[in-house]
Nanobody, 119 residues
């Protein structure tokens, strides 16, 4: 069974930092991409950042320069370092893993971790 276990969320003041971690439970399937999405109350879920197995990264424009995604695929883990946090970063953050399953890409989601930034 594929599971993604997130940690590191919490409450922080504006300008502060948090580091999210996400561990993938299985090594059976090849990792294509891992990433982070977020969903704020009343808003659609949006991509925050992604990283490929070849270390290519992409970021939402709203977090570029403040957030950094990194990975340790040997540990099946992806990280999101969030600096200079703003109240508008408040959301539930979800980890994703796109895995190669039976020749096709399949996306798995974590359960989400709450990040709250106070002003």
């Amino acid at each position: 069974q594929v599971q993604l276990v997130e940690s590191g969320g919490g409450l922080v003041q504006a300008g502060g930092s948090l580091r999210l971690s996400c561990a993938l439970s299985t090594r059976i399937f090849s990792i294509l991409v891992m990433g982070w999405y977020r969903q704020a109350p009343g808003k659609q879920r949006e991509l925050v950042a992604g990283i490929t197995s070849g270390d290519m990264t992409n970021y939402a424009s709203s977090v570029e320069g403040r957030f950094t995604i990194s990975r340790d695929f040997a540990k099946n883990t992806v990280y999101l370092q969030m600096n200079s946090l703003k109240p508008e970063d408040t959301a539930v953050y979800y980890c994703t893993a796109d895995l190669l399953v039976a020749g096709t890409s399949r996306r798995y989601w974590g359960q989400g971790t709450q990040v709250t930034v106070s002003s």
